[in-house]
């Protein structure tokens, strides 16, 4: 996991912040294996190889006061079962021509006026949900990832956002909601889905099939490469719980107005 370009000051990252971090690698060698998150399908489109970000940006959430003892970098209390935290999210909008309605991560394409992927992260995080990028801690970012269908090269960025900014859709046309999903619901078993999809190929060709994981949090279902990139980044730090991944729902259909976006789910 390479450094970030840039970072705000504060006191250092909690314990399971630090074991995401450095579960990183593991977790870009995980989508890799997977395939379908960082793999290109089909034809090369457009888009295919244009450059991306995401901002993986971690909050204290309900609270995460370190025992003064330090004990909490051990493992934290209770482990799994009580960790704390969160991670920013949001439902794109439904007149959205690719991706309507589906989940993410902020961010977007990489704009001329960036200075890296790690600037276009921290901006389209600015632009679609209100945060306050200016208390946020980069603490490094992911190798290069390919997402389907379009080809995006996207590089997830992690952070941590010390204390929690408001957050609210910038733009009504592009994002529906946002939401601090806690992190304690991500590793609840209960919340834990195999979501299956399917999809148009290439003209003449029928149709893509696939499945991969998914979260129900929040009333939200988080599916597609942002639940790939979170599962893999919690199973790397090895803080999910063992669930059975017998609970399959469909993904659902795109709305059916879908005039245009530029960023992948």
Do not use: K, N
């Amino acid at each position: 996991m390479s450094a970030g370009a840039a970072s705000a000051g504060g006191p250092p990252a909690p314990w399971w912040v630090e074991r995401l971090v450095d579960g990183a690698p593991d977790a870009a060698r995980r989508l890799a294996v997977l395939g379908g998150a960082a793999r290109p399908v089909g034809p090369p489109g457009r888009r295919e190889g244009r450059r991306a970000a995401v901002l993986v940006c971690l909050s204290p959430g309900g609270g995460d006061a370190p025992a003064a003892d330090g004990a909490v970098a051990a493992g934290g209390p209770g482990g799994a079962d009580a960790l704390p935290g969160d991670v920013l999210l949001l439902e794109r909008a439904a007149g959205l021509r690719a991706h309507a309605g589906q989940p993410a991560l902020p961010g977007g394409a990489v704009d001329a006026g960036d200075a890296d992927e790690v600037a276009a992260a921290l901006r389209e995080a600015r632009e679609e949900t209100g945060l306050d990028v200016a208390g946020v801690q980069v603490l490094g970012r992911m190798p290069v990832l390919r997402v389907p269908p379009e080809g995006f090269a996207v590089t997830p960025v992690l952070a941590w956002e010390p204390v929690p900014s408001p957050v609210a859709p910038g733009a009504a046309e592009e994002v529906a909601r946002v939401l601090r999903a806690p992190l304690a619901e991500l590793v609840d078993p209960a919340r834990r889905v195999v979501v299956t999809w399917e999809r148009p190929a290439a003209p003449g060709r029928g149709r893509l099939r696939g499945e991969g994981p998914g979260f129900e949090v929040g009333g939200l279902l988080v599916w597609g490469f942002t639940a790939a990139l979170l599962a893999a980044l919690l199973d790397a730090a090895g803080l999910s719980r063992p669930w059975d991944g017998a609970r399959r729902v469909a993904a659902p259909p795109p709305p059916p107005s879908r005039p245009r976006t530029e960023v992948p789910a």
